[in-house]
């Protein structure tokens, strides 16, 4: 059933997040006219893989003719309603459609509104690429295209290239979002289940030195707006079988980037915590003819919605995906 999503960044300005009123930005009438013109249909797609229902689902724009397709894909512990902050323009989600694509989002087993699993540990890196490519085919029949764009994210980027290594014969291009080339540290994860809570949620966001939001980096109803959206959709937990893959030696690679045929966009902040900048330097060298490496200045793990940055990232994608 489709549903038309409401524009309410007006009302959303007005919220007070913590005791700090959000302010209005310099550019907020323009802002305003691009968000309150467009109106978005959406729906979920019936999708199940391994006896587990999946949750699938598509943004389009209706004021734009759509004429591609793109899949986004979600991180380790929170699922693909991150990539849809309806505030001001920050969507990634709505920024896409308005660009004429047709935005396919992906929760992996277990996660957001996907079937819950028993074993948090069955959700591993293996069973989300088999996901991906679940949803790349339901995706490529029901649209007539046959190749079609995807972003990973985080994790993201480790299932995606894992898909991508073994499928190339329905992707266009390409784009590895704060990969995790390699292990993030070794840490013993002995729960199947990771305990979410809403400072968890909140934790990627950048501080002050004396541990405060820096909220002239994040804009505190953005904050807000992703750990609501997080709560509802995520709850207290979710499968940590992709947290034990990645917590493990930085020495180890988790993504061979030779294995990569599709043009590639590399892009990520150089202030991410969990990205090894070593490999992160040489990796367009390693990707096939038409990939190119994209490094914001100031920006974080999500560079995507951070107040000064998000613009430049959405520039920077677009511009990478439109280039023939």
């Known amino acids: 059933m489709k549903k038309i999503y409401a524009v309410i960044a007006a009302v959303i300005m007005a919220v007070s997040v913590s005791g700090c009123k959000a302010e209005t930005p310099p550019a907020a009438a323009e802002t305003q006219s691009v968000t309150q013109a467009a109106s ?34 979600h991180g380790v512990t929170y699922s693909s309603h991150e990539f849809d902050v309806d505030y001001e323009d920050y969507s990634l989600v709505r920024k896409l459609a308005r660009e004429g694509y047709s935005v396919w989002r992906l929760d992996i087993s277990g996660f957001g509104q996907s079937e819950a699993v028993e074993d948090g540990f069955y959700a591993d890196t293996e069973c989300a690429a088999e996901d991906i490519n679940a949803a790349v085919e339901k995706i490529v029949k029901e649209s007539g295209q046959d190749k079609i764009d995807i972003l990973g994210w985080s ?12 499928h190339t014969e329905h992707i266009n291009k390409l784009v590895l979002y704060a990969p995790i080339l390699s292990g993030i540290g070794e840490y013993d994860v002995t729960e199947p289940f990771h305990h979410n809570t809403w400072e968890h949620a909140a934790d990627d966001f950048q501080r002050d030195a004396d541990g405060n939001f820096d909220y002239s980096i994040a804009d505190p109803v953005v904050i807000e707006m992703l750990c609501s959206s997080s709560w509802h959709y995520d709850g207290e937990q979710s499968p940590n079988g992709g947290r034990r893959d990645i917590c493990v030696s930085s020495e180890q690679k988790l993504i061979d980037l030779t294995k990569l045929k599709a043009p590639t966009l590399v892009i990520c902040g150089d202030c991410d915590p969990y990205l090894n900048y070593g490999l992160v330097n040489t990796a367009a060298d390693q990707l096939p003819q038409g990939s190119k490496l994209e490094m914001i200045k100031g920006g974080s793990h999500v560079v995507f919605i951070e107040k000064p940055y998000y613009h430049d990232f959405q520039d920077r994608l677009m511009g990478f995906l439109k280039e023939q």
């Open 40 to 73: 978005y249909s959406y729906e979920e797609y019936p999708l199940e893989r391994n006896g587990i229902s999946l949750h699938l689902d598509c943004v389009r724009s209706d004021t734009v003719q759509t004429d591609r397709n793109i899949l986004l894909v």
């Open 155 to 166: 994790w993201g980027t480790v299932t995606v290239s894992r898909f991508a290594a073994d």
